[in-house]
């Protein structure tokens, strides 16, 4: 008598879908697979922060999309793969033409090519440069 309970339990509980809303910073967009990367927040019950791509269920939201932005989203689970179906944009990225925050020529380093010197301040207010920790890995965070 309780199989037939049971089955049609199973059955409405997998109708449901269940979905995660969270945000995070675009990295890259591809609009050719429709796809995004972006490093995202936790998703509490689902997955930990990281850096992954999602696919996007209508192209048409990655139109205005551009690495720096910062999305909300909700991901949605399927067997074929988590992708997001809902996307919006939370703060787009600035341009400031160089005036005050972006170098007017690029200051990237290629893979390969040596970074170059620079001093930062550290958690007890000590200045280390990164010539002083030459030939050692070196991570470096802004909190």
Same mark, same amino acid.
């Given at each position: ?6 089955? *049609? ?6 109708? *449901?879908?269940?979905? +995660? =809303? ?18 995202? @927040?936790?998703?509490?019950? +689902? ?12 192209? $048409? @939201? ?15 689970? $399927?067997? &074929?793969?988590?992708?997001?179906? /809902?996307? @919006? ?17 690029? #200051?990237?380093?290629?893979?390969? @090519? ?7 301040? =550290? ?5 280390? &440069?990164?010539?002083?920790? /030459?030939? &050692?890995?070196? #991570?470096?965070?802004?909190?």
């Amino acid at each position: 008598m309780r199989r037939p309970v049971l089955l *049609c339990a199973f059955a409405l509980g997998s109708a *449901c879908a269940t979905t +995660y =809303n969270t945000r995070g910073l675009v990295l890259r967009v591809d609009p050719a697979t429709s796809t995004v990367t972006v490093s995202h @927040e936790a998703v509490p019950g +689902y997955m930990g922060a990281m850096v992954m791509p999602f696919a996007v269920k209508d192209a $048409k @939201e990655l139109r205005d999309v551009q690495p720096g932005d910062v999305i909300a989203f909700r991901l949605r689970p $399927k067997s &074929s793969g988590t992708r997001i179906d /809902r996307l @919006e944009h939370l703060s787009a990225t600035g341009v400031d033409s160089g005036l005050t925050m972006t170098p007017s020529t690029t #200051a990237l380093v290629k893979v390969g @090519e040596a970074v170059p010197d620079f001093t930062l301040i =550290n958690q007890h207010g000590d200045s280390v &440069s990164l010539s002083s920790v /030459r030939g &050692s890995v070196v #991570a470096v965070t802004f909190i």
